[in-house]
């Protein structure tokens, strides 16, 4: 697939097949996400790979959990509280993978390149054939203290991008793109 085809039909998947996804596809995904560009090229990203739909379902669960009892604790949209609330819900939507970018600075600019490593992830798995999506709405539990050591991740680093993986049961299709707003200077 060329780079432009792989932007024009990345799409968020939240339907996965039971295909698992192996440690190497995600390893050359994270390599993938590694070349992104970065100020001054710090490259200030880390990653966690999670293999595993059941495992992942079971941290959507306590995710989904934490979120209901602590809404209104987070900055997310209150509107996005419905969405999650119904009892069939599921957080990362039976993906058989999970990626967190995670910034190993505090400064804006690290989730900033951080957000440009996952596009490259997201980016490279549609090359390949594999779905996406952004879970953004996991970010507030997933940067918890107490998550982070059940994880088994160093405290000081921030999720920045957490996405899912999978074969997609099917490409839903393009809510189509309003045209750039471009203003020519000079």
């Excluded at 079971?58 to 934490?66: D, F, H, I, N, V």
């Excluded at 993978?97 to 989730?111: G, T």
């Excluded at 980016?123 to 059940?150: M, Q, Y």
Aim: glycine share 6%; aromatic share 8%; hydrophobic share 45%.
């Amino acid at each position: 697939m060329q780079t432009l085809d792989a932007i024009k039909n990345c799409r968020a998947v939240r339907e996965y097949t039971d295909a698992p996804l192996t440690r190497a596809t995600l390893d050359r995904l994270i390599a993938a996400a590694a070349l992104a560009p970065s100020a001054m090229n710090l490259q200030p990203w880390a990653f966690a790979a999670i293999l595993g739909a059941e495992r992942i379902a079971g941290l959507g669960s306590r995710a989904k959990e934490w979120l209901l009892s602590n809404f209104d604790r987070t900055s997310l949209e209150s509107s996005l509280r419905k969405l999650i609330e119904p009892a069939e819900y599921r957080l990362f939507h039976g993906a058989p993978a999970l990626v967190l970018v995670l910034a190993k600075s505090p400064d804006e600019q690290a989730a900033e390149d951080c957000c440009l490593a996952a596009h490259n992830l997201m980016l490279a798995a549609r090359d390949e054939g594999f779905g996406t999506c952004w879970i953004g709405l996991s970010r507030p539990w997933f940067n918890l203290t107490s998550v982070k050591h059940d994880l088994g991740l160093p405290e000081q680093l921030q999720a920045v991008a957490p996405i899912i993986l999978g074969v997609p049961r099917a490409w839903p299709a393009t809510h189509g793109r309003k045209p750039a707003e471009v203003y020519w200077i000079g």
